[in-house]
C-alpha cells in the first residue's frame, strides 16, 4: 500500500518468532491476502492456490482474474463443488464447465450469482477484504492459509 515508513513493537521484548514473522512479511516481495478455505477441496484445487497469481491487466468490475493456472492446469479435471451465489471476497476457481477459463483462478470483487460453472473454494478473511481495493493490474500476490 506504500503507506508504512517505520515499525513500531508495543511489546519491550519480541520474541524471535515474532521479529521473523514481521520480518517476511515486510520482505515479501509478494502482497498476501489471508483466506480461509473451504473443506473437502481436490487436490488440483489446492495446488492453484499456492500459486504464485497475478492480476489480470484487462481488469473486470467483478472479478481479480489470475488466468495463469487455467494454462497449467488445462488438462486436469476440475469438476463442479460449491457452486453458491457469489460474495465479494470468495476465491474462486472455473470448473470443467467453463470451457477455455477451466482452471482459472478468481476473486470476486462484487456479489453475483453462480452459474455453475466457478467452485466457491474459499474465501478472503473479513478484515483483510479492503486489500483487494489496493491489488493492481500485473501485480503478482499470493495467499495465506489459515
Given at each position: 500500500m506504500g503507506t508504512i515508513d517505520d515499525i513500531l513493537i508495543g511489546n519491550a521484548y519480541a520474541t524471535e518468532d515474532e521479529l521473523r514473522a514481521m520480518s517476511a512479511v515486510y520482505l515479501d516481495v509478494h502482497p498476501s491476502l489471508e483466506v480461509?478455505?473451504?473443506?473437502?477441496?481436490?487436490?488440483?484445487e489446492h495446488q492453484i492456490l499456492q500459486e504464485v497469481h497475478q492480476y489480470r491487466g484487462?481488469?473486470?468490475e467483478y472479478m481479480v482474474r489470475s488466468s495463469i493456472t487455467r494454462r497449467?492446469?488445462?488438462d486436469q479435471d476440475i469438476g463442479p463443488g460449491d457452486t453458491r451465489p457469489i460474495k465479494r471476497g470468495d476465491l474462486l476457481i472455473c470448473n470443467d464447465r467453463f470451457g477455455q477459463y477451466k482452471g482459472e483462478f478468481q476473486i470476486a470483487l462484487k456479489d453475483m450469482?453462480?452459474?455453475g460453472n466457478r467452485n466457491v473454494v474459499g474465501h478472503v478473511k473479513e478484515e483483510a477484504v479492503f486489500?483487494?481495493?489496493?491489488?493492481?493490474?500485473?501485480?503478482?500476490f499470493k495467499l495465506i492459509f489459515s
Open positions: 480461509e478455505l473451504q473443506p473437502n477441496l481436490s487436490n488440483i484487462d481488469c473486470s497449467k492446469y488445462r450469482e453462480n452459474e486489500l483487494l481495493d489496493y491489488l493492481q493490474p500485473w501485480s503478482a
